[in-house]
């Protein structure tokens, strides 16, 4: 459960910790959820200073970190990902890269089965629940959460 915006960011900045390159998440909720909070979390786990913001309109952001970047997609205003379905293919086979997908139903068919999901629920004005969900293969990016 989060209480705010400060304790999601906080759980994705502890996931973020964890990175190694080669993950691939996927966010799921309404809008206004707390994805882009996350998304600050996990990029300031990751060690990088970049500034993020929504990519709601621009489609895509990338940040950078010492050991990786992190490649943040939003399919929420496509009908049709066209070439974004292929830059997204691109980024996927980078295994130095974290890959950060919100709205994925748009591009279901080339996301991997091997990803780590990430439900946010709002419960109230200032609550979340935030479900994580993952393989055994990625159960290392929950190391520190708990």
């Known amino acids: 459960m989060s209480t705010g915006s ?9 996931l973020g910790n964890n990175l190694r390159g080669g993950e ?3 966010l799921i909720s309404d809008l206004g959820g707390g994805k882009t909070t996350f998304v600050r979390g996990l990029v300031k786990g990751s060690g990088s200073n970049d500034k993020v913001a929504s990519p709601s309109f621009t489609i895509s952001r990338l940040y950078s970190s010492n050991k990786l970047q992190i490649h943040h997609f939003d399919f929420y205003r496509l009908n049709d990902a066209g070439l974004m379905n292929f830059e997204l293919g691109e980024a996927l086979l980078d295994k130095k890269s974290v890959i950060v997908i919100e709205w994925g139903d748009l ?5 991997p089965k091997n990803r780590f999901k990430v439900s946010i629920k709002k419960t109230g004005i ?12 990625l159960s290392y990016l929950l190391e520190g959460l708990c």
């Open 6 to 14: 400060e304790n999601t960011e906080n759980i994705g900045e502890k």
């Open 24 to 26: 691939v998440f996927e």
């Open 107 to 111: 591009v279901k068919e080339i996301l």
């Open 126 to 137: 200032n609550k979340r629940q935030i479900e994580l969900s993952c393989s055994a293969q």
